[in-house]
């Protein structure tokens, strides 16, 4: 059992698998949502879908360092591999730009005529499709490869049954993955307009379920909310709360590595009468803020109705536990630094001590911004709730944004080489 949540918990830690669950999530939802007649699971599933896009956004970098280390191929055994592999790589690079172009659009920070948004819409579309063609191509052509040594092995002497057997796994994995891409290309085109191969000729329930299937194999085969407050561009200000909007979408799959940690931490006896509850809280208090989370999502997405009256005590338990776990986190972490800058000044410090004590007061003053924003999302009379402008909550919360991130390089940089 704890190797299957450890499994579960890596893959949902990982970018792309955490992809995979949340596609399988979103093309379940409108299915499901397309079955009953029910908007309220459709729009569930697009606002998974939404997320997915908006995650995509920062994946230019990753993506073009992997294109320039592809360079043309030459690693590959034959030149149609290679030419395959550059023309996947250009199209993938090039249907990025396009799809936050569109976005923008969307948003209405960028401007264009109906026809030229069309245009771009369905060059998003038919970049998408062309990336899934190539991706099959190149699927095809492995699976020639690992049919051809199949043969060999089987023609020589003492068979290799070990090396068949792997042999015989990879060719299935690879039938699978083409069998996923023949019915993303069948989605894919099905999205472009009419008098494209079949574009628009499937219904929204067929493509649910076509797109359905194909994220089980798939899963199967393994800063501008401040500056919009503060320019009052409206484009902005939706942009960012759909980012936020985004990361509550993700966040509904936390649970497995929250509970994880609650179980590893136990009851605290190790850290004492005082620390050991504090600990416990902290947990408590995120598996509680994950929950309410999820029953604002749902109630956003017309899921679950309730009275104004409840709406409005959930928004507010959500802002109350979202400042608890923080507050305690605070807490727990000025101990951390009072450790950290006692070792500091130990005759017998270890030589990471004064990346330790970074890395404490990095994090310590992260939690400190989290606190001053989250509170101030309160209503009036939770301490500083509502009194801060909207500039100076988000200040904190960039602030909090970027120190979080020299936190993160900071800690891969003194991860030990495995």
Partial sequence: ????????????????????????????????????GDKGWQKAGSQLSHARMLLRLFDDLPTLMGTLS??????EPTLTDAALG????LVDQLFLPVEKVLWFQELGILKFSPKTAEALDTTSTVLWAAGLYLGLFQTLQSIQRLLWTRDCLQQSEDKCSDAKKKLDVRIMLQFVTAGKLCLDITQAVSCLPAGWLWGERIGATKVAAIATSSSVLSLASYIC?????????????????????????????????????????GLGQKDGPFWGPLG?????????????????WLIDCGLVTVSKDTDYKCRVAHKLFWALYSAIGLVRS??????????LKSSNRRKCAPARFTQASLFTSKLLCDVIHTVSYLPEGYLWGGRLSMPQASGAATVSAVLAL???????????VS
């Fill in 86 to 89: 550059v023309l996947a790589n």
């Fill in 1 to 36: 059992m704890s190797s299957v949540t450890d499994d579960i918990c890596d893959m949902l830690d990982s970018y792309g698998g955490r992809d995979k669950v949340v596609r399988l999530a979103c093309y379940s939802l409108k299915l499901y949502g397309c079955l009953r």
């Fill in 280 to 296: 416990v809280a902290g947990c408590a208090s995120t598996l509680a803020y994950l929950q309410v989370d999820k029953l604002l």
């Fill in 70 to 75: 592809y360079g043309l191929g030459k690693h």
């Fill in 406 to 416: 020299i936190h993160h390089y900071h800690a891969k940089r003194l991860a030990p």
């Fill in 334 to 343: 000025i101990r951390e630094l009072h450790k950290a800058a006692e070792e």
């Fill in 225 to 265: 909310k401040l500056w919009g407050s503060t320019s009052g561009r409206e484009g902005l200000l939706r942009a960012s709360a759909r980012l936020v909007a985004a990361r509550s979408t993700t966040r509904a799959l936390d649970d497995a590595a929250v509970v994880k940690t609650f179980v590893q931490y």
